[in-house]
């Protein structure tokens, strides 16, 4: 069985003092739901500030991205080891870094084999566009992202895919949970295909864009969804806590 995940991303959102008064009005409530991974992603300037506030209670962390060098003259950037240090996961290759940032294929996977050397979980995100999905192309375009995302990639160390139609971030445009566990499905198909059956039935797929509250139940309910990556919705503590109680509640009576 794979543990349900339920990861907020909070993006370039919240002060240092914003998010100190974010993680210790959700701390209580979150600490308690057992089975469940949770994983906060706030801005790097608050990771080492974060990190002390959840120390002792089960919520892990995450940062949003890093830079594939361990160091050196990158100025402004971020390396892995900075990262292992103080948190667990990356995100890896979100549509906006994609897309306003220019970072390809190539660099995504960079970025996914530099994190897994410093021993954190890449949280990989893929997806398509609206018009890629309009033109019947989802299947193709989440397929060649996996492919050079993963390339030359044989031991996964934990990685965690996100799939995000880019048309359903931020916009309250949420897929339907049958599309997005079908979609997940073929994911995880393809992870069969680059590695093995075993990799593939381990590996924890989520769902993401325009997750809240009020539709967490219809992805969670899918049999190929893991959990989710949430981003509006993960900056509200109740409704963070409740996406991540309506997750415990399912998973358990299954
Ligand atoms: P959203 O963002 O929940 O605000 O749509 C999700 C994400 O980008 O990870």
Redesign the pocket.
């Known amino acids: 069985m794979r543990v349900p995940l339920i990861a907020g991303?909070w993006k370039m959102n919240t002060t240092v003092s914003e998010a100190t008064e974010l993680v210790n009005e959700m701390r209580p409530g979150l600490d308690e739901i057992a089975n469940v991974d949770k994983v906060i992603c706030p801005p790097f300037i608050s990771l080492a500030k974060v990190r002390e506030l959840i120390k002792g209670s089960s919520i892990k962390l995450g940062a949003q991205n890093l830079y594939f060098e361990e160091k050196g003259a990158y100025t402004g950037e971020i390396s892995p080891l900075m990262l292992a240090a103080l948190c667990e996961f990356v995100i890896i290759g979100?549509s906006?870094r994609r897309q306003y940032f220019r970072e390809t294929g190539e660099i995504v996977n960079k970025k996914v084999q530099a994190a897994l050397r410093a021993k954190l979980k890449p949280i990989l995100c893929i997806g398509e566009r609206l018009e890629e999905n309009e033109a019947g192309r989802t299947e193709e375009v989440v397929a060649e992202q996996l492919r050079s995302s993963l390339a030359g990639i044989d031991f996964l160390g934990g990685l965690i895919i996100a799939y995000?139609p880019i048309w359903?971030?931020?916009t309250g445009k949420a897929a339907t949970g049958r599309q997005a566990n079908e979609t997940i499905g073929f994911i995880r198909q393809n992870i069969a295909k680059l590695y093995n059956e075993d990799i593939a039935q381990e590996m924890r797929i989520l769902y993401?864009?325009?997750?809240t509250a009020d539709n967490a139940a219809e992805f969670i309910n899918q049999p190929e969804i893991d959990g989710a990556?949430?981003?509006?919705?993960s900056l509200k503590a109740t409704q963070f806590l409740s996406i991540v109680t309506q997750t415990s509640e399912i998973k358990q009576a299954r």
């Not at 990556?229 to 919705?233: D, N, R, S, T, Y």
């Open positions: 991303n979100h906006e995000e359903a971030i931020g993401g864009g325009s997750v990556l949430v981003g509006g919705a």
